[in-house]
């Protein structure tokens, strides 16, 4: 068994307001590490929907990404490398649509499985008033929300919290 590491992703929109894109993604462990890549947009996704209601929660920009973002194929290697030895979590099944989109961009397989993070509390047994203690705890230390690397060591500190 790896590592258990949390992943997060944003993107241009939700899938529900169109074809959406990863622009960022982070990983984070419960020793509170954690790498964090912007992801320019891909030219395969120049005509992909942006959701002014999506970039007003993350304050992420298309300019942004074009200035500091790393090309898809740069973040998917460097991102497979930080994720070996890990099992990799995240809280919500649009993290793992968003790794594959990275990955079918760079023309790769999904480099590694992302399970649903209840699934690890489950295996260890957590009752759900721990788990909602220990989420609301998280939340109160770490209150920022809707940028990746914040979320993924949001999801870390609750099982650090746990364990």
Same mark, same amino acid.
């Given at each position: 068994?790896?590592?258990?590491? $949390?992943?997060?992703? /944003?993107?241009?929109?939700?899938? +529900?307001?169109?074809?959406?894109?990863?622009?960022?993604? !982070?990983?984070?462990?419960?020793?509170? +590490?954690?790498?964090?890549?912007? #992801? @320019?947009?891909?030219?395969?996704?120049?005509?992909?929907?942006?959701? /002014?209601?999506?970039?007003?929660?993350?304050? #992420? +920009?298309?300019?942004?990404?074009?200035?500091?973002?790393?090309?898809?194929?740069?973040?998917?290697? &460097?991102? #497979?490398? !930080?994720?070996?030895?890990?099992?990799?979590?995240?809280?919500?099944? $649009?993290?793992?649509?968003?790794?594959?989109?990275?990955? $079918?961009?760079?023309?790769?397989?999904?480099?590694?499985?992302?399970?649903?993070?209840? &699934?690890?509390?489950? /295996? @260890?047994?957590?009752?759900?008033?721990?788990?909602?203690?220990?989420?609301? /705890?998280?939340?109160?230390?770490?209150?920022?929300?809707?940028?990746?690397?914040?979320?993924?060591?949001?999801?870390?500190?609750?099982? @650090?919290?746990?364990?």
């Amino acid at each position: 068994m790896g590592i258990p590491t $949390l992943i997060d992703f /944003e993107a241009s929109c939700l899938p +529900s307001y169109g074809q959406s894109f990863p622009i960022e993604v !982070a990983l984070a462990g419960t020793d509170a +590490s954690s790498c964090n890549w912007l #992801i @320019r947009p891909d030219p395969q996704w120049e005509y992909w929907d942006w959701s /002014e209601e999506a970039e007003a929660l993350h304050g #992420i +920009s298309r300019a942004q990404l074009e200035r500091e973002g790393m090309p898809a194929a740069q973040v998917l290697e &460097e991102l #497979i490398v !930080a994720a070996r030895g890990c099992d990799v979590y995240a809280d919500a099944d $649009l993290d793992a649509y968003w790794l594959e989109t990275l990955a $079918l961009a760079c023309g790769k397989d999904v480099p590694f499985p992302i399970r649903f993070f209840g &699934e690890l509390l489950e /295996e @260890r047994n957590y009752t759900r008033a721990q788990v909602v203690a220990a989420l609301d /705890e998280a939340r109160r230390r770490m209150p920022a929300e809707h940028r990746a690397r914040d979320d993924a060591l949001r999801l870390a500190l609750t099982l @650090r919290l746990l364990e």
